[in-house]
């Protein structure tokens, strides 16, 4: 799909959320909504308001949501997106109320494949990823060719589902003997998991630590003054306090070292309605 027809399907996409979110929220209402969600829930209402969303029945507002999904379901770059929106808006009122955890919906069972497809075959998602990889594998390049001995540790901050670390790890494949550790690290014990058993060409430098960027850095295990390259794919932004996330990077940098930086730029409905639920958002 060419990214002006993927932009237009998406810009559809959104508005249809939009009347989808009113109407469930309206048949929902506020009764039995647990207190962790009354930002969300604020946020939600403003957009209602800035989008002049109707309070169609919901029978129809998910009538034009089926009708125009099953263009998009054929559509590698969007059929994982209707997949997983749709999956956690028919969640919302049980997720809302506490009576289902979020986490659950985009991850049954454990798997991760319904997050991992979001971003497998995304043209937007890939083209800044390459972007952002290829930056990092050349200052590798660099400091290899200025010191062939040169022994590079590199720090990824809230790795996930290694969406960044696959590409990424495959570009710095040429420099591995410089590599002298690669730590994947995030806030879920599973990541890390799936990390060992997936990345087992990065073996033996790869290794694994659970990292909470709204806590000191030191404080959890991480070394100071350790790290020469720190890589951080769409995650600062779940930081609560922006600052004090940078603080704790800094902290385990080298002097000289790098932060390499990757970030959503715009506000969606559908992030909000999908990873938005998540505690650690």
Known sequence: MKITSLRQSIAEMERLLIGLLAATLEETG??????????WMAVSRDRLVRNGADRSRPEDAWRAWE??????????????????????IRALPEVLTGRQRAHD???PDGSMEQVTAIHRDNPVAHHFNALFC????????????????????????????????????????????????YCFTDVSHAFLHRALEHFDVAKPFLTT???????????????????DVVVAANVLHVGLDIRRSLRG??????????????????????????????SEW
């Open 30 to 39: 506020p009764a039995g909504m647990v207190d962790a969600y009354t930002g």
């Open 67 to 88: 009708k125009a999904k099953m263009a998009w379901s054929m559509t590698p770059a969007l059929g994982p997106q209707v997949t997983l929106v749709e999956a956690c």
């Open 105 to 107: 919906i985009l991850f």
């Open 134 to 181: 290829d930056r990092v594998v050349a200052y590798v390049r660099g400091r290899v060719a200025a010191d062939r001995q040169a022994a590079i540790r590199i720090l990824e901050i809230g790795a996930g589902v290694g969406g960044t670390t696959e590409p990424l790890l495959t570009g710095l494949a040429p420099f591995r003997d410089n590599i002298a550790e």
């Open 209 to 227: 630590r659970l990292l909470d960027i709204n806590q000191p850095f030191i404080g959890q295990g991480v070394p100071p003054d350790r790290f």
């Open 249 to 278: 990077v800094k902290a385990v940098m080298r002097q000289h070292g790098l932060l390499f930086i990757n970030e959503l730029s715009h506000w969606s409905l559908f992030t909000h309605l999908t990873f938005g639920l998540l």
